[in-house]
């Protein structure tokens, strides 16, 4: 089985670096990985953030293990060249539209949230993001209106194939877990949402055992404040997945700790930690490779069919979490290779 | 002047009533009010959700007191025919485009939001969002792929006039208070955002004395968890807007006390509870009324001209929380009508 390994940019060779420490521990028969460069590295080597050779190793592979792409020396370059584009590019290139984000705090590390520590403590939830549609794919450009005035505009949509395929991913993963789905959308404003609740419906006839309801985006935004812990999965669309993804992440206070998993119609998978690249702590060893070694572990769940190595590596984490590992994200003092060192004792 | 009264649907009769007695103690001489029917309850009078009969009152008034649309027995109408129509209708026909939503935690309150007290109590901010462009406005609809699947599509834009004046809007509030603007995009996917940015940055010229940032959507909802008290006035867009604000207005914990101004080139404005219309309380007394009558007074500050007035409303509803007024959703049992007795008693 082959892993394609994308560092990236800013922090992302010093986690990914932790992570493949972790998987060679596991000592797992015949995996065998290759490197590719992605983002403003691999931009800076060979003049695009998303080169074709990393694209057919992406191809190639079983699942990829990014780390992190975004470099501020790139901010001012023309849009498709900016290192965003690889994971949009590998999003669109290989079909992975169903994006996993779980939000959930770890008790030794309940304090760490803005929330109240029994608001936090109560959030154990799933959040189901498509990832090939929505506004982020949709024809845009500049233009100038009949007046000569610049206009910058993007077409939102969504077509019924899309959303059921999100829609059956939202419903088994609730199904699997405590049976109840939250659809978000913005029916009351936009008719790309209005297909969106009607496909859901129309889904939902096949998950009879699923308790549906439905949230416009600025109540959820509102609801995952007040009260998190009233959802168990939530299915949105690319946008709105976008924000409250990353809102969610934050109400679990360490978001050094959250990986995420981006699944195409053949299992093939993405695996990333949910934060960014931080050019401010890069090569420091300042960062924590939790998020990324977690990352791993769903890798081996869902797309090389390893479910007791992935076991493994979630309880490594929190053992090393309950033995004191702690970076200083986490209010620590560890360096990344130490974080690592702590998690392969706790294997 | 002529303030136009809609009252609304479910809490909004009973909230407006408290906010008129209060106007009626100040006897502000001159002021003269018209009742006007809007959402779910002129539809089920009169079968339009904004009647024309309501328009002319709003197109004469010098600013309109609004209660709350909404209403689930017209959850399944036609889109145009919905409560929410009342607010979206009277934002484009009055040209009502800026959208001031501030969000600060009164002192006696600071316990009630599911943010930890020392994170809310920083809370001091305005949100700024436009209201007449973006997604919310563009031409949307169902169409056929060439598939023949049923798709749904909204198309987003702005163009450099309506952002000009959006952005002239954040800098000049944000001049008026801590000189800090933080204008929120996702210019690094949308076209839409990066004329956003790149007026906001035109117009910045203008106000060297303001210092500004920009921030992706998805960070700002993270931020406004994790560290709420770095925003001064942030500018948005309708959609993002729409979002960060009533995720702002949740961090602050008591949603029940926040007010709202929409306003147009020449000052006539719409005021609103940023809260919704409540049907399940609608006519139990339950309602806090307090976020109508500060609403008030935002009307009496930026349409009427009389900022004295408006801080003695201000002043009074933080007078009858000190003295202990509380509704339910403060965690007290005063009823809407008590409620509005103790801003009296405090006037
Ligand atoms: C980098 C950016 C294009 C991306 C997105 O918006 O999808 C990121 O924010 C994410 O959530 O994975
Ligand atoms: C009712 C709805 C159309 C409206 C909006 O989305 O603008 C509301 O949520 C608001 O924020 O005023």
């Known amino acids: 089985m082959l892993i394609a390994l994308f560092p990236g940019d800013g922090i992302g060779p010093e986690i990914i670096a932790q992570a493949r420490r972790v998987l060679d521990a596991l000592a797992i028969e015949g995996l065998t990985y290759e490197e590719g460069l992605v983002g403003g590295a691999a931009y800076k080597a060979v003049g695009h953030p998303l080169p074709p050779e990393t694209l057919d190793i992406a191809r190639r592979a079983d699942a990829i293990l990014f780390g992190a792409v975004g470099d501020p020396d790139c901010d ?26 779980p939000a959930k705090v770890f ?28 506004v982020y794919f949709g024809e845009k450009g500049m233009r100038k209106t009949p007046d000569g005035l610049r206009e910058g505009y993007d077409i939102m949509s969504y077509n019924e194939e ?13 199904r699997a877990r405590r049976g109840k ?20 419906i129309e889904v939902s006839a096949e998950y009879p055992d699923v308790a549906l309801s439905h949230m416009y985006v600025d109540n959820a935004a509102m609801q995952l404040v007040r009260d998190p812990g009233q959802f168990d999965v939530i299915v949105t ?41 931080a050019p401010d702590i890069a090569g ?24 007791e190595q992935a076991d493994r590596i979630e309880a490594a984490v929190a053992k090393a979490l309950a033995n004191g590992a702690r970076s200083p994200d986490l209010g620590g003092t560890m360096n990344t290779v130490e974080m690592g060192d702590a998690v392969l004792a706790a294997l």
Request: aromatic share 4%.
């Open 181 to 200: 789905l939250c659809s978000v959308d913005k029916a009351n404003v936009l008719e790309t949402s209005q297909l969106w609740r009607d496909v859901v």
């Open 284 to 307: 420091q060893g300042k960062a924590n490779p939790l998020a990324t070694v977690l990352s791993a572990g769903m890798m081996l769940r869902y797309s090389l069919g390893l479910p």
């Open 162 to 174: 899309q959303v059921r395929k999100i829609a059956h991913q939202g419903f088994q993963a609730a």
């Open 237 to 277: 669309g690319n946008m709105f997945g976008d924000i409250l993804s990353d809102q969610a992440s934050m109400c679990v206070g360490s978001i050094g700790m959250l990986a995420s998993a981006t699944l195409n119609d053949s299992n093939q998978g993405l695996y990333e930690p949910i934060h960014g690249s």
């Open 76 to 101: 001012s370059l023309e849009r498709h060249l900016r290192p965003e584009q690889a994971i949009l590019g590998l999003r669109k290139a290989l079909g992975l539209f169903s994006n996993l984000r």
């Open 107 to 134: 008790p030794e590390l309940a304090d760490a949230s803005a929330l109240k520590k029994e608001v936090a403590s109560a959030i154990d939830l799933l959040i189901v993001r498509e990832t090939n549609g929505d």
